[in-house]
């Protein structure tokens, strides 16, 4: 269970969740009609790609800078804010340049993806090191942001002179893309902020998953303690029987030992006994057989 002080914050951070949550939404399916109007043959015209497209960066670039200062409490949401300049300069030089060419709008078309995508690729950076979930989104629609531009740089103005449909083509496959990126990201956060409320109520399913396997790990620990304890216990009365055992020898060996001396004992008094029987039974000359002796 988390304390007051705990739960205030996660309350905190799922609040702020949930009120940024719709902006990329917004911005997910404002790329998403982008790439249905500029793949329509009708407003397939220069006039009417530069309109749809200045207006849509105009747009963005409001949300863009939206979302940044409903995250000004985070680091790197300048950035956000930079994204959201970018979107609106871009966007009034598109409405507003005088007699727009399409190799003109190619190249600004270019220009906009590669400093869109740069900007977003180090916000996510920035992101990143403050664990904010959405750095990793942000990562992705750089790098589509990018790589788009990249794409454009590469294939060159040559044929798009000849064809503006190859431009609207190119820019409604890359609204599409990034703008499902956006709505995901967007659902995902959603979804974060969600589990967050549950799990203050204690219904989150991820919650009760983690007590699960928090239980579940719990418990193979008692098991592998008990049974290394059970092991423990096996070779502490396997040294005990060794130690029996190798006491049992050593007092048995002990007594074999004093017995043999005891016996080496009893043999050497016996000879010693057997001895001084021999040397008492032997003769010892009278006195007159001594006397004999002298005057012989």
Known sequence: MVNNSSAKVVSSVSAA?????????????????????????????LTALTVIFGL??????????AQGWANRAQPGWKLWLAQGAVDVAFGIIVLLWPGLTVVVFFYLL????????ALAIIGSAALARNKDLAGPWMLVFGLITALFGVMLLLRGE????????????????????AGSVQIVAAFSVRAVA??????????????????????TWAAEQAQREAEREAEKAQREREREIEKAQRERERAAE????????????????????????????????SADSQDAGNNA
């Open 17 to 45: 969740l949930r009120a940024v949550w719709w902006i990329p939404l917004l911005r997910g399916l404002g790329l998403i009609v982008l790439g249905i109007l500029v793949m329509v043959r009708p407003l397939n015209t």
């Open 56 to 65: 849509f960066l105009f747009v963005d670039g409001l949300m863009v800078a």
């Open 110 to 117: 270019v220009v906009w993806t590669i400093a869109i995508g």
């Open 158 to 177: 040559a044929d798009l002179t000849r064809a503006l449909s190859v431009v609207g083509l190119l820019l409604g496959v890359y609204a599409f893309i």
């Open 194 to 215: 969600r589990d967050i409320d549950l799990a203050l109520k204690g219904q989150s399913p991820v919650l009760d998953a983690i007590v699960e396997r928090q239980e």
């Open 254 to 285: 002990k007594a074999a030992e004093k017995a043999r001396r005891e016996a080496e004992k009893e043999v050497e008094k016996a000879v010693e006994r057997a001895q001084k029987e021999a040397e008492s039974a032997q003769p010892t000359p």
